[in-house]
């Protein structure tokens, strides 16, 4: 089987590129908050231990790398990591930077903040940057 | 610096048992959902790459252990792990069974879920059962 983006996670994210096993995409809905979300590109994964073992700590690596450029990107307050998914059922990592004056502080983005969505410029723009960011 | 729980965790978390280098803590607050939340024994650290890099994979894998281990134990509909810690500085790693059937789903925990504390003998009996799945 080869690997294909979740149709939830296309329709809400603009992608910003692909690293050796993780498909890193902007999270276009909530435009208020530097959000970055990890998709390993592997098939029937949706825990994050139904990662291939030999994966996993590959994908940690790729976690660590993404949170530590976009925390020396924006400069927050504190990161976020989650990996949640009980609605969209493929693995997918959250990656955000929190300050202590967005909307939601200091409660979890999940559920306690507004859709803001970029424009479709800004998305482009945005994950442009990020790949450049990430040199991918 | 010795390493020492924060007063929150400590407040609000039942000591389950020591990993090499994670405490693990029930979380006490909650009974109505499996919780656990590992504490990595280091001091200075807030966001999961705050850790001496090369006790991050370590981290990482106990992090696999404890969601596979508990996963087992409590056949969830899925597992939710998150290192977020707006709150509490201390770098601490929820890892959490979830139901469909749960009061909080499909929502994040965080936010979603009105606390309903184990009593202490409850506590201490469900810390003793997971200190045995976990063999710590």
């Known amino acids: ?4 983006l979740h149709p939830q996670l296309a329709a809400d994210c603009h ?3 692909d690293l050796p096993i993780c498909r890193v995409l902007l999270n276009a809905q909530f435009s208020q908050f530097p959000w970055l979300i990890l998709v390993p590109m592997r098939t029937g994964c949706r825990d994050l231990t139904d990662l291939p073992p030999m994966d996993y700590p590959l994908v940690m690596d790729e976690v660590a790398f993404v949170h530590d450029k976009l925390k020396a990107l924006s400069k927050p307050t504190k ?6 998914g009980n609605m969209v059922p ?3 990592i959250h990656i955000i930077a929190r300050f202590e004056t967005d909307e939601a502080w200091p409660k979890p983005v ?8 970029y424009s479709g410029v800004e998305a482009a723009m945005r994950a442009a940057e990020l790949k450049e960011l990430l040199e991918i």
Chains 1, 2 share one sequence.
């Open 90 to 92: 493929q693995l997918h």
């Open 79 to 84: 990161m976020n990591v989650g990996a949640i």
């Open 15 to 17: 992608v910003v590129g």
């Open 110 to 117: 999940w559920g306690h903040a507004q859709p803001k969505p």
């Open 1 to 4: 089987m080869t690997f294909s």
